[in-house]
T-cell receptor, first 110, second 112 residues
Framework: RKEVEQDPGPFNVPEGATVAFNCTYS??????FFWYRQDCRKEPKLLMS???SGNEDGRFTAQLNRASQYISLLIRDSKLSDSATYLC???????????FGSGTQLTVLP | ETGVTQSPTHLIKTRGQQVTLRCSSQ?????VSWYQQALGQGPQFIFQ???????GRGNFPPRFSGLQFPNYSSELNVNALELDDSALYLC???????????FGPGTRLTVT
């Protein structure tokens, strides 16, 4: 079983749609959780950290369920510029290693 | 821009050769982590340097080694290159080990 699992997609959605990505992690000692965004042939960029209480940044909402070891990302009112690969990322208990999922590819269509 | 820089941008090497990749961390950051990203996969952790010492290592053989300098910049060295070493090599810097990591643009290594 992979340490961080994501649905690889691809997700193809029209502009203005709401899309949700899910992720599960296997290490219950994981300390921190993030969503990164990666454009084609570019480096990953931090989109948002994920907190136990859930957090929102504009059109983006992240949720964490530690009991179920589950993380989600919701994007509302999708824009063409949201097209990218979204990486679910977990920081291990020793705070050294980021473990990445394989990413979910999103294409927002005009 | 994150302020993390890497050099070179692209590199082509032959099997068996050695390579050194460089990373300058963001100002104020004292921790550098290195990752390998194969095509279609998420980045895989190689190792982390904190205050000039190796602070954790992923599942990579000893021919992958590194250094961190007093100014917190870092090098990744790979000896005896293999075809499977072809990948995007990313470094990420953070303030101490507990904080979010910010990535540089990466070095794309091709081994022929």
């Amino acid at each position: 079983r992979k340490e961080v699992e994501q649905d690889p997609g691809p997700f193809n959605v029209p502009e203005g749609a709401t899309v949700a990505f899910n992720c599960t992690y296997s290490n219950s000692a994981s300390q921190s959780f993030f969503w990164y965004r990666q454009d084609c042939r570019k480096e990953p960029k931090l989109l948002m950290s994920v907190y136990s209480s859930g957090n929102e940044d504009g059109r983006f909402t992240a949720q964490l369920n530690r009991a179920s070891q589950y993380i989600s990302l919701l994007i509302r009112d999708s824009k063409l510029s949201d097209s990218a690969t979204y990486l679910c990322v977990v920081l291990d208990g020793s705070a050294r290693q980021l473990t990445f999922g394989s990413g979910t590819q999103l294409t927002v269509l005009p | 821009e994150t302020g993390v820089t890497q050099s070179p941008t692209h590199l082509i090497k032959t099997r068996g050769q050695q390579v050194t990749l460089r990373c300058s961390s963001q100002s104020g950051h004292n921790t550098v982590s290195w990752y390998q990203q194969a095509l279609g996969q998420g980045p895989q952790f190689i190792f982390q340097y904190y205050r000039e010492e190796e602070n954790g290592r992923g599942n990579f053989p000893p021919r992958f080694s590194g250094l961190q300098f007093p100014n917190y910049s870092s090098e990744l060295n790979v000896n005896a290159l293999e075809l499977d070493d072809s990948a995007l090599y990313l470094c990420a810097s953070s303030q101490d080990r507990q904080h979010e990591q910010y990535f540089g643009p990466g070095t794309r290594l091709t081994v022929t």
